[in-house]
């Protein structure tokens, strides 16, 4: 589709740059010297550069130099947790919940939530990730901070059982108010936190929720082997298998991490009624010591889509997506012992179109298209790290880096340009978080919000 010049001014053009495209089997291609057109937050063409040269636009943007991508998206993520970075290092998993971060969360304000949540904002747009999946507590203000900044989120208020019916109606309560909040790029879950923090009566009541309402549930499932096991001596099922008797998987659900999925929950999965997707953050499984990851290839050969993920950086200390997807590709190598999965190509289709299925936005982003919402990034390939390109998708993969990202745009607005925010005052959200921490951090009362006990 080439527009003509005789239309009214396009909102934004980019041109001269490479894209990555996906032809009608979903394989990844690139276009040179190609320019990207937009309109009212939409990609209207992809057309070259000599073909949008004469077409008005009330902005141009040359990006010689520069590959375009779909926008990344982190597939599951505690945004607000940003703020506990580094706090609780080098500790097993139920350490690490039940003597710092459930002690300090117990701590957490409206405010404290909020400004987390900003300044993760502003690190994922700088890495080249526009669209996020969040769950978290006091997701009001985390949608308040979506709004601002021009992000897109999927965000889900969590609760436990312990927190009793309350819990499970003020996650409904803000999925159902927040819907389609900040123009539309906020969409919403249900939050259950995990089978073994949420009961099955609970989980049931959720499913039935889910199913009245048309929202998709977003919770930790099978997060580690240790996990699985247990729930198998305690219930003689796994927590994949919860799931399907609660009613869980006959709705549209996204599991985060899913490293403790065993070949008895494939056939579960693959018979589910709802769309099953699973987010994988392999950085925090490295530092975990978690001896299995997410098995990717398994899932991928039953249609279940794995999309990129980081968690909260309160476990492993980053909201970068472009490192996890050089990640994944190398952990599916070495856990499969087979240097050919998983491929850059691979690795690129999980980061666009698969992670954008996983969050429910399959139709609308996670490919650079006529008709999808115009969330693009631009990563400058010029730098010495990223000389010479022989396999472009192995460069943007395995060579390129979140800092390599110059521009972020989202529904057609620019959001990053030349790698200054334009929507968050960073030093700002620094001095007022700063201000608040110890507070936030005291673990002195000796209370949790839960206890972790598989």
């Not at 799931?243 to 999925?261: M, Q, S």
């Not at 997707?277 to 398994?298: I, Q, S």
Request: charged share 25%.
């Amino acid at each position: 589709m080439t527009p003509s010049a005789a239309d009214s001014p396009a909102d934004l053009i980019i041109s001269a740059c490479t894209v990555l495209v996906h032809d009608d089997q979903e394989r990844i291609g690139f276009e040179e010297d190609a320019a990207i057109v937009v309109r009212n937050g939409v990609v209207e063409a992809v057309t070259t550069t000599a073909g949008a040269a004469d077409l008005p636009a009330a902005e141009r943007l040359d990006a010689r130099g520069q590959v375009a991508l779909p926008g990344l998206i982190n597939c599951h993520t505690h945004a607000p947790m940003v703020a506990l970075r580094g706090l609780a290092e080098d500790l097993p998993t139920q350490e690490w919940f039940n003597d710092v971060v459930w002690p300090v969360e117990s701590n957490l304000t409206e405010k404290d939530v909020e400004l987390g949540a900003r300044l993760a904002c502003a690190e994922m747009i700088r890495a080249g990730v526009t669209c996020f999946a969040d769950h978290y507590f006091a997701m009001a203000a985390v949608a308040d901070v979506v709004a601002d900044c021009g992000m897109r989120a999927l965000l889900g208020e969590a609760y436990f059982s312990s927190q009793g019916p309350e819990g499970r109606e003020r996650s409904l309560e803000f999925a159902l108010r927040h819907r389609g909040f900040a123009d539309g790029r906020v969409t919403t879950a249900l939050a259950p936190h995990s089978p073994y923090t949420v009961g099955d009566t609970d989980l049931a009541a959720t499913a039935r929720l889910a199913g009245e309402h048309g929202l998709p549930v977003h919770l930790h499932a099978a997060e580690n082997r240790d996990q699985t096991e247990a729930s198998l001596a305690r219930h003689g099922v796994t927590p994949i298998e919860v799931l399907e008797r609660t009613g869980i998987l006959d709705t549209d659900v996204l599991l985060a991490h899913g490293t403790g999925i065993v070949d008895r929950d494939l056939p579960v999965l693959e018979r589910a009624a709802g769309s099953a997707a699973v987010a994988t953050a392999p950085r925090g499984y490295l530092k975990f010591a978690w001896p299995d990851t997410t098995p990717v290839r398994a899932l991928r050969d039953i249609g279940v889509d794995v999309g990129l993920a980081t968690d909260g950086a309160a476990s492993n200390n980053s909201l970068d997506v472009w490192e996890s997807m050089a990640l994944t590709s190398l952990v599916q190598k070495s856990s499969e012992g087979d240097p050919r999965w998983l491929t850059s190509r691979q690795a690129l289709h999980h980061a666009t179109l698969q992670s954008a299925r996983a969050v429910g936005l399959g139709d609308s982003v996670g490919s650079i298209a006529p008709g999808r919402r115009a969330d693009i990034v631009l990563v400058d390939l010029t730098g010495p790290h990223t000389q010479p390109v022989h396999d472009l998708a192995a460069t943007l993969v395995h060579s390129a880096r979140s800092a390599d990202v110059r521009t972020t745009i989202v529904d057609g607005r620019i959001l990053m340009r030349d790698r200054t925010l334009l929507t968050i005052d960073v030093p700002a959200v620094v001095r007022e978080l700063e201000e608040r921490l110890p507070a936030l951090v005291d673990r002195s009362h000796g209370r949790r919000i839960q206890d972790y006990d598989t």
